[in-house]
């Protein structure tokens, strides 16, 4: 397959990519992943839930894209892949985020604290044995 960024969403409501991109093998939606993680940014949005479906199964190779998302300051995409994708992940994979949930649990941003991301590492770093 030539270009499976003509697989992502053209908006918001586009289900019909979602049935597309369902039909990609993973390596095929690995070259997509930081496209398709744009789409959760707004858990409001239509296409979002269900891209996190078609997310979830690549695990790790989801880890150097979440790496980058749990190091910016966008507070509410952090609580969106916190919530709907760090915690569904395996243990062994969940590990290799072990530095950036450190550093979130520990965070003192007064937004980060407003939607209870330190809590929330915290919470996915003993439900995962790493305290």
């Known amino acids: 397959m030539d270009d499976v960024k003509q697989y992502l969403p053209t908006d918001k409501c586009d289900y019909d990519s979602i049935d597309r991109l369902k039909s990609l093998k993973p390596e095929e939606l690995q070259r997509i992943i930081p496209e398709l993680l744009e789409w959760i940014q707004d858990i409001n949005w239509p296409v979002a839930p269900k891209i996190i479906e078609i997310l979830l199964p690549l695990d790790k190779l989801l880890l150097p894209q979440l790496k980058v998302i749990l190091r910016c300051k ?48 915290k919470d996915i770093m003993s439900k995962h044995f790493m305290d």
């Not at 003192?108 to 809590?119: G, K, S």
Request: charged letters at 25%; glycine letters at 4%.
């Open 74 to 121: 966008e507070y509410d995409w952090i609580e969106i892949c916190l919530l709907g994708i760090v915690e569904e992940l395996k243990t062994e994979t969940i590990v290799g985020l072990k530095e950036e949930l450190i550093m979130l649990s520990k965070s003192t941003n007064p937004n980060f604290i407003e939607y209870e991301i330190p809590q929330i590492c």
